[in-house]
């Protein structure tokens, strides 16, 4: 072959390696996106898309997996990207750590960025900790899960009520407090053998 049709070649190649690139970049729908499709039933009422028995799963770069369940989804017909769900369950995954489970009867969720707001008889478990609260903030873009709203926490042998605790997902650091500066949080130990 000649030096000419070597330079086609390669020039080819530059083109095929440059537009697969920029159609997985920009234009491939995630794995994320393709599940979340696959696995809901969307049905028309009254001008609104209702989901049932809907799932979500994604992961990140690092191996996190977060997955979401509810029986029932409202897609907000303002914002396509906010979901409100019914009797919901959720699943967090890190990298060298416990399961986290939430529970909750509500929630609102972002598609996009899977940021998700649970309220109403929120439970979170993990490990041994458990968690109970009005309302649970979980915010993947600043690592941050916040609950309030008459917040309880059980351990082993103690437990103790709080306005707000907070856990940083990446340090897995735990802040309980009150709003109030003025009141305290409420610690009740449990002896189970009297040395305690």
Do not use: C, W
């Amino acid at each position: 072959m000649s030096k000419k049709t070597y330079i086609q070649l390669l020039l080819i190649f530059v083109f095929i390696f440059i537009s697969l690139f920029i159609f997985f970049k920009y234009f491939k729908t995630s794995d994320f996106q393709k599940n979340s499709k696959s696995n809901l039933e969307q049905t028309t009422t009254s001008g609104e898309s209702l989901i049932e028995d809907l799932k979500y799963l994604s992961t990140d770069k690092k191996g996190n997996k977060y997955e979401i369940e509810a029986k029932k989804g409202n897609i907000d017909k303002n914002n396509p990207d906010i979901i409100y769900l019914e009797n919901v369950s959720a699943i967090i995954l890190l990298q060298n750590s416990d399961l986290i489970l939430i529970k909750s009867n509500f929630a609102k969720y972002n598609v996009k960025n899977f940021d998700t707001l649970f309220n109403d008889s929120i439970l979170v478990n993990y490990g041994e900790h458990v968690l109970k609260s009005g309302f649970l903030d979980l915010s993947f873009e600043n690592n941050l899960v916040s609950l309030y709203d008459n917040v309880r926490y059980i351990s082993g042998v103690s437990s103790l009520k709080a306005d707000k605790a907070e856990i940083d997902i990446l340090n897995k650091k735990t802040k309980i407090y009150m709003e109030d500066s003025s009141k305290k949080v409420q610690i009740k130990n449990t002896t189970s053998n009297g040395n305690n």
